[in-house]
């Protein structure tokens, strides 16, 4: 029990985060080969599931400037609110770090039903979702945007006293945690894991195109969240993975930017300032009402 409150400093945490997340990278490499390698055992490995992995790897690359840049602001930003804005200042003992990964896998569920749910958001996610594919290496596709819109989640927890080190390593166990979960080599956990805990099965679903799995298993960790909240979905038809409207390439360019440069089309092509604003905060299936006048005509006539 005495480890449980011993306190760790900001370094000792940095440097467990980063050790972590540098052996979790080599592992992650180390199962695509593995993914790739029965796949090319089932004759199922063609030049298109091979670029989009490189693909993915790139935007992971443009992720990572992106955030590196950003992380000046990110990191000041949760500082700010924890010496200026903060109920108590919570001592960094693994007691305290428990409690914050179940705060931000709690955080998590919310932050990813906003990007799945508004138009801005969902712009920079989508490129997560694009790929056709479902492998480890589609864990490592991600937007723009991706490593800033957490931030404005994750502020509440340095209000509550959680030290940004301690934030940034929560946040950093639930993105882990839910890497591991992108493969189909895994089929299922038994029934009292899967009822419990985020599986490959219950991602799955998540990154189907299936009318019925669309925005569906948010979950970090935890899939109680889904089962709380109503967006729970269990996998039973074989799962069509990608987006309603599939992008077709594996240009790292255009995977990484489609979902930004589509919704800026829609901005500039807007009939109004509330037509435009609502290409912007509403979901992304959201059409003007004209729009919808239109189609239901032409689906009647």
Do not use: C
Not at 36 to 61: A, Q
Not at 196 to 223: C, E, F, W
Request: glycine fraction near 6%; aromatic fraction near 18%; hydrophobic fraction near 50%.
């Amino acid at each position: 029990m005495e480890w449980f409150t011993q306190l760790l400093s900001e370094d000792e945490l940095y440097f467990w985060e980063a050790w972590i997340g540098e052996w979790f990278f080599y592992f992650s490499l180390a199962f695509l080969l593995i993914e790739l390698l029965i796949l090319g055992f089932k004759k199922r490995l063609g030049w298109n599931l091979l670029g989009d992995t490189v693909s993915n790897f790139i935007t992971l690359v443009g992720f990572l400037l992106i955030a590196v840049a950003f992380f000046g602001i990110y990191i000041g930003s949760l500082y700010w609110v924890y010496e200026h804005f903060s109920i108590a200042q919570l001592a960094m003992s693994p007691w305290s770090i428990a409690l914050a990964i179940l705060l931000a896998d709690f955080i998590y569920y919310w932050e990813h039903r906003f990007m799945h749910r508004v138009g801005f958001a969902w712009a920079t996610h989508t490129v997560h979702h694009s790929s056709p594919h479902f492998n480890i290496s589609v864990a490592y596709r991600f937007g723009p945007l991706d490593g800033i819109l957490p931030l404005f989640f994750h502020l509440p927890m340095a209000m509550l006293g959680f030290n940004p080190f301690v934030i940034l390593f929560a946040e950093t166990m639930v993105q882990l945690y839910q890497t591991a979960l992108h493969t189909e080599v895994v089929k299922k956990f038994p029934r009292w894991f899967e009822a419990v805990m985020n599986t490959p099965s219950h991602h799955r679903v998540h990154h189907g195109a299936n009318p019925q799995y669309i925005d569906k298993n948010y979950a970090g960790i935890l899939i109680i969240w889904d089962k709380l909240f109503g967006t729970f979905e269990v996998e039973k038809e074989k799962v069509i993975y990608g987006i309603t409207k599939p992008l077709n390439s594996v240009n790292p360019v255009k995977v990484f930017f489609h979902g930004i440069w589509k919704l800026l089309r829609q901005i500039f092509n807007a009939g109004s300032l509330s037509e435009a604003l609502g290409y912007v905060f509403m979901p992304p299936d959201w059409q003007p009402k004209a729009r919808e006048k239109t189609q239901r005509s032409s689906a009647t006539s």
